[in-house]
């Protein structure tokens, strides 16, 4: 199918990437600006996209307004909007195959690995949020007798700006766009310029479904000026926000300078992995293995940090290693590659520069650490960190690539300490056969999400977000709804 999308261009390809969507129609941009993308895998030119300028966004904020105050925000029925949601989810599904050939062509992950995560689980995102529509109920507080009360509304919030990173475009837009539409919000989404490709398309397959008018619009563009317009705008209430920390604190301050809007933030990490003498070190090394080297490491909460108790630490160590080795990286487009290139070329010489101060350092690579490099890709290989010292940039800087560096600990005082000697509080995991310990560990790391005796599953149901400098809000389950809500309180005399 890559194939076909290369030499055949789908339809949409042809007409639309050169455009952005707003108010269900494809136009160019106000100043026919274009950038470019590349394929990861081969380091050539892919296709010329629209950048959205600050007055294509200003447009956009019009007809999303207008759409708010008209239809979706107002006489669309919570069950009206579930039913397009469901019928969106089923449209997706039904382009599985496209959409999972458009994630893969455009972010380098193995197309298997897009088609069975990452459309799956946006499709089961959508589908989730369609059944939570019609669910939003408030209180009513008898407060003062039989003549008052008062009763509690939860409003969508409005005008949502939404703006996205590279390493899972799809599964980002359907995070963010699921429950704010299920809210009755509007959006306004700002793809990664890296990966603008399934945004588009997803916007093509959301006309299909029928959504009105200035509901969901697409400006695909850069941060500093697409991105930075939608932080600032006077008009829009909310932005939502997944990437690292030093935009989302640029965000902030954009928001906090315009109109005050409301702000979520997904932000990076550095997450711990503890593990403890009892645990399984074959069964350990399996999780590990997939918390830092899934999407090549490229997640937000890759367990890039391994701590382990002196007693299994040989034993972890080695098993991790075979797994590195026996990653299957390869090409996007083979069914059998789970690992593939890193989104760039300066993402890949900032992971390398970071292996390269760790040896200067003192620090062992007991695997990986090269250019994995048939044909001008952006790959490096799974990579195993050994003999580091915590001050070492590799322990303290999220690297975002597929690094994972270990250290030795002796007792559990220790080990927490470790783990939490950091600005990050994404996430992180105990291993441990001993159930007092996992409930021990787990209640004092400070971190969003913990995992015992697992890695890297997340739940549309279950809600996510950081600690610390890791974010501010959740995302997922009913608090990824309510964070597109806002409650009145009516005061009511009879
Ligand atoms: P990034 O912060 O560079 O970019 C993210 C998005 O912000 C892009 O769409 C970009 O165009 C936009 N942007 C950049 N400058 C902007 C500005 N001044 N104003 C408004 N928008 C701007 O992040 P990235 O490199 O795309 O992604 C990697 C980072 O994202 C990592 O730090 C990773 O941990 C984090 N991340 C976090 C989560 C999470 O849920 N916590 C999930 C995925 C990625």
Redesign the pocket.
């Known amino acids: 199918f890559i194939g076909q999308v290369h030499s055949q261009r789908p339809q949409f390809l042809t007409n639309h990437i050169q455009q952005r969507n707003s108010n269900n129609k494809w136009t160019t941009s106000s100043d026919s600006q274009t950038f470019s993308t590349v394929d990861p895998s081969t380091g050539e030119k892919l296709l010329d996209f629209s950048h959205a300028t600050p007055e294509d966004v200003d447009t956009a904020v019009k007809y999303a307004r207008k759409a708010f105050k008209t239809t979706w925000g107002k006489t669309v029925a919570a069950t009206e909007r579930a039913a397009l949601l469901n019928k969106f989810a089923d449209i997706m599904e039904a382009n599985t195959e496209l959409l999972a050939e458009l994630e893969s062509w455009n972010s380098g992950k193995g197309v298997r690995i897009a088609r069975e995560a990452d459309v799956a689980d946006s499709v089961a995102c959508l589908r989730y949020y369609a059944g939570l529509a019609d669910k939003v109920h408030g209180q009513t507080i008898d407060a003062f007798g039989k003549d008052k009360f008062i009763y509690t509304l939860h409003e969508p919030i409005g005008v949502c700006g939404q ?6 475009p799809m599964l ?1 837009w359907a ?1 963010k766009v699921g429950p704010a539409l299920a809210a009755g919000c509007c959006v306004i989404m ?5 990966t603008p490709l399934t945004a588009l398309k997803l916007c093509d397959l959301a006309l299909e479904a029928g959504f009105p008018a200035g509901v969901i619009q697409t400006l695909p ?4 000026t ?7 705008h006077m008009d829009i209430d909310k ?1 939502a ?8 604190r ?2 902030s301050v ?1 928001a906090a300078q315009s109109n005050l809007k409301k702000v979520t ?5 550095k997450s711990p992995a503890l593990v403890f003498n009892t645990a399984d070190p074959e069964e350990t090394a399996n999780w590990l293995a997939l918390g830092i080297w899934f999407n090549s490491g ?5 367990g890039s940090r391994l701590y382990v108790q002196s007693g299994i630490y040989d034993k972890v160590v080695e098993a991790l290693v075979a797994r590195g080795k026996a990653s299957a990286i390869g090409k996007p487009s083979d069914e059998a590659t789970s690992f593939g290139p890193l ?1 760039s070329a300066g ?1 890949r010489d900032k992971v390398l520069g970071y292996i390269e101060d760790a040896k200067a350092n003192g620090a062992k690579i007991a695997t990986g650490g090269e250019k994995w490099d048939q044909s001008n890709g952006f790959y490096v290989t799974p990579t195993v960190i050994t003999d580091v010292k915590p001050d070492m940039k590799c322990v303290k800087e ?1 690297i ?1 690539g597929p690094v994972i560096v270990v250290s030795k600990f002796e007792t559990e005082e220790e080990a927490i300490h470790l783990a939490n000697d950091t600005t990050y509080g ?1 996430a992180a995991a105990v291993f441990t056969n001993d159930a007092k310990q996992s409930m021990r560990v787990s209640g004092a790391l400070e971190a969003g999400t913990v995992w015992v005796n697992s890695y890297a599953l997340l739940h549309v149901q279950a809600p ?3 600690f610390k400098q ?2 501010i809000g959740r ?1 997922l389950g009913t608090y990824g709804l309510e964070a597109y809500t806002q409650v009145k309180a009516v005061h009511h005399a009879l």
């Open positions: 703006i996205i990173p590279w390493n899972y980002m995070w700002k793809p990664s310029e890296l563009g850069l941060g500093a697409t991105g930075n317009a939608i932080a600032s932005v926000f997944t990437g690292s920390v030093v935009t989302g640029r965000i954009a933030l997904e932000l990076g990490g490229q997640d937000c909460c890759a989104i993402q999220e975002f994404l996510f977000g950081g890791s974010g995302e």
